[in-house]
């Protein structure tokens, strides 16, 4: 039993290791790609916008949905959204296809590897509610290195060569992700039907909230994602979709940009793979109140950065902001919420980040047209600063 529970913790992780590769590829490196494809600023921010905003819209719908079916798994369900990502990576390889039609495919591509990210970080805790125990902060630890080897590999191999190379590599990671989503096709994850000790949170017919109810239900919560949000409004573009603008205003390039990511893994991985230690010790609510001050100290020192070294002292931060986040997140929902409602809680975290980054995104990209990288980081800086606030005092004491 021992080594089957190693086997689905092994295959588990490589989901993370597997999709966080994907996403440096496809979201860290997609401003590189679209540039030199011939595109702006202010239409890259709209593209990743409108990927963003159709994510924001898909990922509840797609929770609710999956909270409620009785015949489909997360698991399934995962292979069938990368199918589709392959053969769109496909028609970027071999098809000829100009601004528009790319501008299409790319926003497609960046809403389905948007919307994969809840149903890996709910296929943990269902696992859990079967009795199969998972370590989800190692499990996304794994994932921080994979982003972190891709990117810099990546950023390599787009310096010597060309942009061109990289829907290949979009290809070769969703065809990877695939068969580890298609390793745990027939391991249980539970039927998404509520157990005994949840029966307080549902409505009288024993089922999943509506996403209306559940938002009533919940207020709180949600106060919690819209502060997350505003964080997240810097985050995503100190880290994602505006980094090769930024690191160029200070002289480095691609190469560059791939090493702070590295850094970033490097003290991401002890924390989020020590996380359930912590938790044990540090309840989950405080644990996202010390990331939230870790976040402003990093978005502080990223302000103030006027060299590329200075800029990868920033990134040192991470440990204590992402690394404590993103497990301490989906721990308090699995907390807060009960088993029929996981995957909706889970795809509303993901919702949260993706408005953030229809903003992040297309703001970023007016400000960079028209003023400068470091206006963007000062507006951005505020509005972190704001949702820290927010962030702080919604989260409740749920031990």
Request: proline content about 3%.
């Amino acid at each position: 039993m021992k080594t089957h529970q190693s086997s689905i913790q092994a295959r588990y992780a490589m989901i993370h290791g597997g999709y966080q590769a994907a996403y440096s590829i496809v979201v860290g490196y997609a401003s590189v790609y679209l540039l030199a494809q011939g595109f702006d600023n202010a239409v890259i921010g709209i593209i990743l916008s409108v990927a963003n905003g159709a994510a924001a819209i898909l990922q509840p719908f797609l929770g609710s949905y999956l909270d409620r079916s009785q015949k489909i798994t997360v698991q399934f369900f995962g292979c069938i959204l990368l199918v589709i990502l392959m053969l769109l990576s496909g028609i970027l390889i071999f098809t000829p296809v100009s601004n528009l039609p790319l501008a299409v495919i790319m926003v497609l591509i960046l809403t389905l590897q948007f919307s994969l990210q809840p149903l890996i970080n709910s296929l943990c805790f269902l696992l859990e509610h079967t009795g199969i125990s998972i370590n989800f902060g190692l499990s996304r630890g794994v994932g921080s290195v994979s982003y972190a080897v891709a990117s810099v590999i990546i950023g390599k191999l787009v310096a010597v060569y060309h942009e061109s190379l990289l829907p290949v590599f979009y290809l070769a990671f969703f065809a990877g992700l695939t068969c580890f989503f298609w390793s745990l096709r027939k391991v249980p994850s539970g039927s998404i039907s509520q157990t005994a000790d949840d029966s307080s949170k549902l409505p009288a017919d024993g089922q999943a909230l509506s996403l209306p109810r559940f938002i009533i239900t919940y207020k709180r919560f949600i106060l919690f994602l819209v502060g997350s949000m505003l964080v997240y409004f810097m985050f995503f573009i100190t880290g994602n979709f505006f980094t090769i603008q930024i690191v160029s205003a200070i002289g480095g390039g691609t190469s560059e940009m791939g090493i702070a990511v590295a850094i970033c893994a490097a003290v991401e991985l002890p924390v989020m793979a020590n996380f359930n230690r912590l938790n044990r010790k540090i309840p989950a609510y405080w644990l996202l109140r010390i990331s939230v001050i870790f976040f402003l100290l990093k978005f502080l020192f990223t302000l103030l950065a006027k060299s590329v070294p200075a800029f990868y002292a920033a990134q040192l931060f991470q440990m204590g902001s992402y690394a404590l986040y993103y497990p301490g997140a989906a721990a308090y929902i699995n907390r807060l919420l009960p088993k029929a409602d996981l995957v909706k809680g889970q795809s509303l975290l993901t919702t949260m980040f993706t408005i953030s980054g229809i903003f992040g995104s297309f703001f970023g990209g007016l400000l960079l047209n028209h003023t400068s990288a470091f206006i963007m980081l000062l507006v951005s800086f505020f509005i972190a600063l704001a949702g820290a606030v927010i962030t702080w005092f919604s989260l409740e004491k749920i031990q």
